[in-house]
């Protein structure tokens, strides 16, 4: 039977066998594949804080990598050739067509300040700057090579030391970037506050670098001119459902450097979303804007309010404009907490296809193991709930403790399994069982085909 | 070295048997994608998509025998999305372009046929009489009886069949 088709199907592989390919770039194409897991391996290290950390900042910078091979447009080109300084911008910003694309329409400002102390050298080579944020480039140079420094802090303030209303949303996670390049060249990234304008074009930027056990302070007065360009407000307001959940769009504002969409999540919703990590802006010509690479994203309280930052189509070479879904991580709200009860030593609660497992308590310190298969995302709450309300904040290393909150010190691990170990201490004072963790992550997705034309 | 060892060390992490695998699957990947994708741009992008996810998941290999219908696998997933994300018409230019490949204007043909079967029906053509997977193994694979599998070969090669059929009719008209 089928006799026919089965020898078309033969002749077909056999035509398929006769097309050639080069062995290089097979080869290559392998090459650069392996590459780019082991690259995300390290930069989900920095994302697991993200998730972790109940401050509004985040992450992570400091793996942009060196891109040894750049192909950029002509535009691009003669740009990177004109200005000084800026062919080590390059490489940090190739990945965002936002700012590219800014750097293209000249909204760079070159600065090329420098300050030198014990055989180190900070440069800072210049900002972009827009109405709502600004990035600032900078450089770290060491007369010694492989000398190893680490950055301590980095900050920006007005001239009279006094705060910016801005977030910082740079930077690193667990660990501060170490710089044993001779050239190190990294960017800060800050936004305001809705309505607020980045400084008074009069600012004092600031490093600490840490030789050995000395931080040395670098301090650098700059001025810059100030964005004349508006933001694009787009009211939309328009509902979609992914998987029976309510999602409505209500604005996208795009500014040179950032996007940001504001979305609305219907409380009635059977499901908690708990990422969108696939958000981006598309266009007809198959330009993509994907989630600024640390994916910095602000929810309301009671998590009915997302604003999500997306690389910027501000410049955007085609008439017309999408925002697309993809896979969104989301949960059954009855599914969106564990329970441990630390006397029968049991979840009492976990969800169905639970990844949740090993609860070991002992000498009052409780862990567990999250089987998160090499995707290391935190997937709880950075607090737990006791019983009767009372909450606990995890301490890990890398936790900014906030005043007033009660801590328990905690540890979070890779296990050999690319799995994540949290192990945290019983509090002092007494508790009731069971304690509760919210899901902050869960690899469950709900996904539909969903665009929104934008313009 | 004997390939169950490599995809052994694979599985515990070492780089190195890993990109020895890959390179070695490299030629077979690349047909495969080839199949689906008809160009060749496409494909040694599936190829750098396939090793990545491939990397990625390397713990959730179970039978290191199995290691290449694995790698099969996550490529056909791939392809099959590429395949939805664009649109019919771009395929239908692709698959003119490689005409030139052969003579036999069935080609063509099988190609538009396999466009409207399920992905699971054209799964099982393509491990079967492309990748040359054995009914036994294939069975392994979805974990199926094999009395099951051929079954649902018979029903895919008959969708295939009716595929066929449809053109011809609408040549008639």
Sequence with gaps: ???????????????????????????????????????????????????????????????????????????????????????????????????????????????????????????????????????????????????????????????????????DTTFWGAEPPIIEEKVFSSMMTLETIENHIVGNSNLLWTIGLKNGNKVEQFQIPFKFTKSSVFSKTIDLNKEIMIEGQRIIVEKVTINPIRAEVKLKIDPNNSKKILSFDNLKFTNDIGDEWILNNNGTSFRSLDETEWTITLQSPYFNNSDNLKLVFGKIAAIDKDDDFILIDTESKNFLKQPAKSIFSNLEIENSKVSFIMDVNGEYNMLVSSSFLDNEGKEFFIKYDFTNPKPGEKYVNGLLMKTAEKGLKLEFELPKESIKNPLRFDLAYYPSWIEEDVEIEVK | MNEKILVKKAIKGDDEAFLTLMHSYEEALYRTAFSYLKNEGDALEAIQEVTYRAYRSMKTVKEPTYFKTWLIRIMMNYCQDVIKKSKREVLEERILSIQGITEDYTFLEVEEALLKLSDYERELLHLKYFEDVKIKDIAVMWNTPEGTIKTRLHKALRALRAGFEEKGEVKRV
């Design chain 1, 1 to 167: 039977m089928f006799e026919e088709e089965k020898r078309n199907l033969v002749q077909r592989k056999n035509s398929i066998g006769l097309v050639e390919v080069s062995k290089d770039k097979l080869h290559s194409a392998v090459q650069s594949g392996f590459e780019k897991a082991k690259k995300e391996r390290v930069l989900k290290r920095t994302k697991l804080i993200k998730r972790s950390s109940w401050s509004i900042v985040i992450a992570a910078i400091l793996l942009i990598s060196f891109i040894t091979s750049v192909s950029v447009s002509p535009v691009f080109a003669n740009k990177v050739a004109s200005i000084p300084g800026m062919e080590r911008i390059v490489g940090l910003i190739q990945q965002d067509r936002g700012l590219t694309a800014a750097v293209e329409n000249d909204f760079y400002q070159p600065l090329n300040l420098s300050q030198e102390k014990n055989g180190m050298t900070v440069t800072l080579d210049g900002v972009i700057a827009d109405k709502k944020g600004m990035v600032i480039f900078y450089s770290v140079q060491s007369k010694k090579k492989n000398q190893p420094l680490e950055i301590e802090y980095l900050k920006l303030m007005n001239e009279k030391y006094g705060n910016l209303p801005v977030y």
